[in-house]
């Protein structure tokens, strides 16, 4: 015959009973649903923000270059020599050339400073998404010659740019002139305008000319910025630049955006973690809800626990009895919360639109964010991490009180029944 295990057996009982004191009952549902609030608003939380990672990220790597080579002086007088090498390392997707420099542009009066990239706009759509976020022309507009270029939302914005207009391109290196040294100056004509990327520094800044134009208006010759590489895998960038810079006999700068943009991922993961700590709290303050149950539970069952140890149950199965019903409100409380957390997780795109269809107002207005959807990316290592802290919490609450009530004595306790 099976033994029983009384401390269980009684823990359960407790637990399923109807009390006779209502408010202890009230207490302890407002427990079970506190810990059950706490494990599904942190999960439903932290999927959201990684999808919002994820979807920053993805918008930051469609533009910036995943691994990037650069010469001395910031120049590759040759970077034809250089593609044998890029095409032995495995995993590379692309490469293209690119003239990076720095000037000012002007439309009727307004002024502003721009990031100008020359690029061959049939290599570069190999290894840049820029094409697929045209807001208004076409990123193949960009020809040998031409002068037409292509630029960003902001950047059009602060312009009050249109396609079609010209733009005066204003290069910092000079040339002789009989008056003197004069910068360069280029008139272009706007052919494209593109938008949607990551941070806005792509946006406001940046404008897309042919290379061979952007070699005339800087004096390249020749000469390009750098060479992007893109990847199949762009989160093996660290090992993929050691292994190019080691092919090139570390005689070149090779960089990745893992370290171009380090400050911004390293923000987002900050914020990550504090938002973690922050919502867990929830379910820490839930804890106390425990224990002041249990506590209480205690107080109401001093007899019951006098009969007990009358007739020999020990402290320690006494503790045991009060730690299994403490751990079965922590238990039910995470279950219910992580299924409403996943439920949530898997589903926010459908619930974010029954709520706007509710409230009539739309949360994330295309007119102000860069991200108009709410996407979740569920991790079961989060879930994992929450479920498994939420019990540690709970049964760490359970302690006390059930230590409390190991220490009743019975004769006290009868004394006055």
Known sequence: MAKTNIPMMIGARYSRAKRRNGFISFISVISILGVGLGVWVLISVMSIMNGFG????????????????TGQGGWLQDWQSLTESIDKIEGVEGYAPYIYAQGLVSLSGSVTGALVKGVLPDEESKVSKVAKHMQEGAFGELAAGKYNVVLGEGLAYKLSASVGDKITFISPQGQSTPAGLMPR????TVVGIFGGFGPDEFDSALAYVHMSDAAKLYKAKKAVSGIRVTLDDPYNARETSAELAARLNYRYYVDNWTTQHESFFRALNVERRMVFITLFLIVIIAAFNIVSTLIMVVTDKRSDIAILRTLGLSPSRVMGIFFVQGVTSGVIGTIFGAIAGVLTSLYISEIIVFIESLVGYELLPKSVYMVTDFPAELRWGDVSMTVIGSLVISMLATLYPAWRASKTQPAEALRYE
Request: hydrophobic share 45%; charged share 35%.
């Open 54 to 69: 994820k979807e920053l990220r993805g918008r930051v790597l469609d533009v910036a270059p995943h691994v990037t080579v």
């Open 185 to 188: 100056m280029r008139r272009f």
